[in-house]
């Protein structure tokens, strides 16, 4: 049996007329291929002779994260939406491929399923309206987002393996789901309801190696648009128990961890990823309720990387201002 192809490198989908933009991030992620931080595939590099149909074939089925360069000619070529795109989409739902996409100039993006997945950069900012410092700003975080999901799935699995005890290694539960509460089946309009495509990952060890098992998963959810092109993700989690603490043959646990007991909960909402920097600045632009809140406080810029730098009041005015124009609690 031949193995599967091992998805390790970054694909560039984008129209010809946009490969100006292909070169100057190419400039720009050069000292992260040269550090051997990531691999690079874009069409380019199909060898003369080849036949670039299969060529660009195989370079989908191992590209780990995919960058989309949305513009009008990237959404008009017949090319790129009916050969390249599905693919990544599919891959996106049941191989945790990562899709990262930047608005290059207008266009109706929100038309295409590819406004579903989080934009690396505010959409209504896009690179063609900034300066020249902005833009290589702008190509420097786009660079990082890349860094980032190439290498996030090998530091989580790290991370998981550090902080359970080998011999006591169990998959990840996924609550089953159940009826929801009156307050969550009523907290949206149904009309404005979706189904996100994602991944659950169980966290296995076999023969004393650590593995990651991803299985796909559709979770309910809905998007709150906070102006501007950004958008907060909520998506739903189900009713359910589970264990908390942890169980007292974990090393170096605490009696503040324990003891371990079941809990309860109904269904709710919670927001996909961790607020992020966009997210955040989108919000402190609303009129301010009880105290003012910084448009920038993080250390680690870059608009789809979390704040990091809030106090719990400030969370709690970012909710408060949300729960004011949502309507919602």
Not at 146 to 158: C, K, P
Request: charged residues 20%; aromatic residues 8%; proline residues 9%.
């Amino acid at each position: 049996m031949t193995p599967p192809i091992q998805r390790d490198q970054l694909f560039i989908s984008y129209s010809h007329v946009d490969r100006g933009w292909v070169e100057r991030l190419q400039k720009m992620i050069q000292p992260l291929v040269r550090s051997e931080a990531l691999r690079l595939w874009d069409d380019s590099q199909i060898p003369a002779g080849a036949k670039w149909k299969v060529e660009i074939e195989k370079a989908l089925a191992s590209a780990k994260v995919a960058l989309l360069l949305v513009s009008d000619d990237f959404l008009a070529s017949e090319f790129v939406i009916n050969k390249e795109l599905p693919p990544l989409l599919r891959a996106a739902e049941a191989e945790g491929l990562r899709i990262l996409w930047v608005c290059l100039g207008p266009c109706f993006y929100e038309a295409t399923p590819i406004h579903e997945y989080q934009a690396v950069l505010p959409p209504g900012e896009p690179l063609e309206a900034m300066g020249p410092v902005q833009q290589k700003m702008a190509l420097k975080t786009i660079a990082g987002a890349i860094r980032d999901a190439l290498s996030s799935e090998v530091a989580q699995a790290q991370d998981l393996a550090q902080t359970q005890d080998p011999a006591q290694a169990q998959p990840w539960p996924v609550p089953a789901p159940a009826p929801s509460s009156p307050a969550a089946s009523t907290a949206k309009d149904s009309s404005r309801l979706q189904l996100f495509a994602t991944n659950t990952c169980l966290l296995r060890q076999k023969a004393g190696r650590w593995s990651m098992e991803r299985r796909p998963l559709q979770v309910e959810g809905y998007r709150e648009e906070l102006g501007e092109g950004v958008a907060l993700t909520m998506v739903k989690i189900p009713a359910g128990s589970f264990l908390m603490g942890s169980p007292e043959i974990e090393p170096e646990r605490s009696d503040a961890e324990g003891p371990q007991h079941e809990v309860t909960l109904g269904a709710f909402w919670m927001s996909q990823t961790p607020i992020t920097q966009a997210q955040w600045r989108a919000v402190a632009g609303w009129q301010k309720l009880e105290r003012d809140l910084q448009p920038d406080p993080a250390n680690f810029n870059g608009a789809n990387r979390p704040v990091e730098q809030v106090s719990w009041f400030d969370a709690l005015e970012f909710c408060c201002r949300l729960s004011q124009r949502t309507g919602l609690r």
